[in-house]
């Protein structure tokens, strides 16, 4: 199969021409009229408007394992010391053209320089002002520049059910798609990786990078601020409030966020309320809203507050929820624009989205 590439670079074409060309010759497949299309080091891939179904279907062996390559210290290039012990030859060859795609694409320079994840590492200012939304963020292991890249780049798979944890490999072609909430997900099937095409009323396809990252966690990991993303979750939160008690919010979840539609688990405690965690979908704003007035609606009638009461109180309660999410994310927002990190405008574009969300469901 031959693959359409339209790029402002020789060398960019010429790497993604062997790149396809290695991808075919093991069995990849690609819709006849995809295209890749690279301005100033930025890829997408292209497709007529309102096509549909398979759009790229790469067998499982093409996936590039990561986990035990060896890379330089450097951050001004991806420079591969030593390839994964169990990488095959094919997998070896296609790693090595990635990093020089990325390369000349200048991903590593633009992720140290301007990735929004680097300002909180590089920002007490505005790391203290991220660590009430997202606790978890400033615990993760210190990583190389080549390693915190790629982090961005790759998915976890296991091949066998019985190999334990997953393991992070890189995904040849179908590593260009951009992330949109209308994008395709992921599907590994019949020894393949398989992805349909999905537009947003364009020409370009787009992938699903999760369904549990809000707009805060795609802009800290994936480093752009995702405006199609319809929910964010609320921070961990502990709040009195006047004639209805304490409402606290517990964490988004252990390991990674909750999925956006996980109701909370809910305890009425003797001097409030209790919810494990809290999520609010701009697109169905009555699930969360309906949740919680009836929740402190019990609550207070359980307090001995009558139904009218208990209902105005109610909404009082979920007015300061979103209050209270909306003050930690305009104190974000302000961190972020005073400093002249490239990365400020994003990081603080994706703390005023993540605040509209709340806004719109929460009526703070």
Not at 292 to 321: C, M, P, T, W, Y
């Amino acid at each position: 199969m031959k693959l359409a590439i339209a790029s402002d670079q020789p060398a960019t074409t010429a790497l993604l021409g062997e790149i396809a060309h290695l991808c075919a010759a093991h069995g990849a497949q690609w819709h006849p009229q995809l295209q890749v299309e690279v301005i100033e080091g930025a890829m997408r891939l292209l497709a007529p408007p309102e096509t549909t179904g398979a759009l790229i279907s790469l067998p499982t062996e093409l996936l590039l394992p990561i986990e035990a390559a060896q890379w330089s210290g450097s951050a001004d290039a991806l420079q591969l010391l030593q390839p994964p012990p169990a990488a095959t030859a094919v997998q070896r060859e296609l790693l090595q053209l990635h990093v020089e795609l990325y390369n000349a694409t200048g991903k590593l320079p633009w992720w140290r320089s301007q990735h929004p994840g680097r300002l909180v590492a590089a920002s007490a200012h505005v790391a203290a002002a991220l660590a009430p939304l997202k606790p978890g963020h400033g615990h993760k292991l210190e990583r190389s520049a080549a390693e915190g890249f790629l982090a961005t780049r790759s998915f976890g798979w296991k091949p066998s059910p019985d190999q334990g944890d997953r393991g992070p490999v890189l995904m040849p072609l179908i590593d260009l798609l951009n992330h949109h909430h209308k994008g395709a997900p992921f599907a590994i099937s019949d020894g393949a990786m398989r992805i349909k095409a999905a537009q947003a009323g364009g020409c370009e396809c787009f992938a699903h990078y999760g369904h549990r990252r809000d707009v805060l966690d795609l802009a800290l990991h994936y480093g752009h601020c995702d405006h199609s993303t319809p929910f964010a979750h609320s921070a961990p939160l502990e709040i009195t409030v006047e004639g209805v008690g304490t409402i606290r919010v517990e964490h988004q979840g252990q390991r990674a966020p909750m999925h956006p539609f996980d109701p909370p688990r809910v305890t009425l405690e003797p001097n409030g309320l209790r919810l494990s965690h809290l999520c609010c979908h701009q697109e169905h704003p009555e699930r969360v809203q309906t949740m919680l007035v009836l929740a402190l609606q019990g609550s207070l009638k359980r307090g001995g507050h009558g139904e009218i009461d208990a209902r105005q109180f109610a909404q009082k309660g979920l007015n300061a929820i979103g209050e209270a999410n909306l003050h930690l994310l305009n104190q974000l927002a302000a961190a972020a624009q005073s400093s002249p990190h490239p990365g400020a405008a994003t990081l603080a574009s994706a703390a005023h989205r993540q605040a509209f969300i709340i806004q719109t469901v929460l009526g703070a």
